[in-house]
């Protein structure tokens, strides 16, 4: 079954209004089903159930979040990237 999986390996977002987060869709576009929404310092590993995720990463002017991630793709074969 195609599907991807992300492993956030280091989150650094504001958390003390979650102004600063990242929001996971499963599928291409912010209409799909939304699978996590990630603030704080939260590191999930999170799995699609189709074959693609849409990250969509917001923070306010006034901050400095961070995050890096690893994702495999399993697309008839397994592709991994690291991002930083």
């Known amino acids: 079954m195609d599907h991807v999986k992300l492993v956030f390996e280091n989150v650094n977002?504001?958390?003390?209004?979650?102004?600063?987060?990242?929001?996971?869709?499963d599928g291409n576009s912010t209409s799909a089903p939304i699978l996590s929404t990630i603030c704080?310092?939260?590191?999930?590993?999170?799995?699609s159930k189709s074959n693609s995720i849409l990250l969509v990463f917001t923070r306010d002017a006034s901050s400095r979040g961070t995050?890096?991630?690893?994702?495999?793709a399993f697309l008839g074969k397994m592709i991994s990237k690291r991002i930083e």
């Open 13 to 25: 977002l504001d958390d003390s209004t979650c102004q600063d987060k990242i929001v996971l869709y």
């Open 40 to 47: 704080g310092d939260q590191t999930p590993v999170v799995y």
């Open 67 to 72: 995050f890096s991630l690893t994702y495999q």
